[in-house]
DNA sequence: GCCAACGTTGGC
DNA sequence: GCCAACGTTGGC
């Protein structure tokens, strides 16, 4: 079992829609990088962070999700009206995917970037260094359960 | 809202 | 295949 770190802005989409929704598409990700991750390596099972991005002092991890569907042909490429269509993707041989996640915890409080930025034990993480846009990324066992920790104490 | 760091596109 | 121009991401 592998463990992800997926980003989304909170007021595109946030852990209280997912919490609300239960079970929901990850749609949207046009990054080749991204979706050969998705494609090749997420499989159902797989445990994920789900972290707020673009969000000011909340940017950070605020809770966890499992994923619930393996990749499958993104729906809203093809829809001229969704956020991300994109027109050069053929329907018999689709450009992007997406998978399913459903809803697992939310953190009592988020684990802000700059206390996973503080602490040298996540050094190492994509997510930390410089210039990373990856929204889909790798995540260590013990990161992904280190911050899990963290969640609890105040 | 700014801008650094990428990724993508397209002319050559 | 190179690379300049352009678009996007996301922290601040």
Same mark, same amino acid.
């Given at each position: 079992m592998k463990y992800w770190l997926m980003k989304s802005e909170p007021d595109c989409y946030s852990i209280d829609d997912l919490k609300k929704d239960k079970v929901e598409m990850w749609d949207g990700v046009r990054n080749y990088q991204v979706r050969n991750m998705m494609r090749d390596e997420i499989k159902v099972g797989d445990l994920a962070l789900f972290y707020h991005s673009?969000? +000011?002092?909340?940017? +950070?991890v605020v809770g966890t999700m499992k994923v619930a569907k393996e990749a499958y042909p993104d729906p809203t490429q093809f829809d001229m009206k969704s956020d991300h269509p994109d027109p050069k993707s053929n329907p018999e041989n689709p450009r992007w995917l997406c998978v399913d996640v459903k809803f697992q915890s939310k953190f009592d409080r988020t684990i802000t970037l700059s206390e996973l930025k503080n602490d040298p034990f996540f050094a190492s993480m994509t997510l930390v260094q410089k210039g990373n846009r990856l929204s889909v990324m790798p995540i260590k066992k013990s990161e992904f359960n280190k911050i899990v920790k963290l969640s609890h104490n105040k």
């Open positions: 673009n969000a +000011g002092k909340e940017t +950070g």
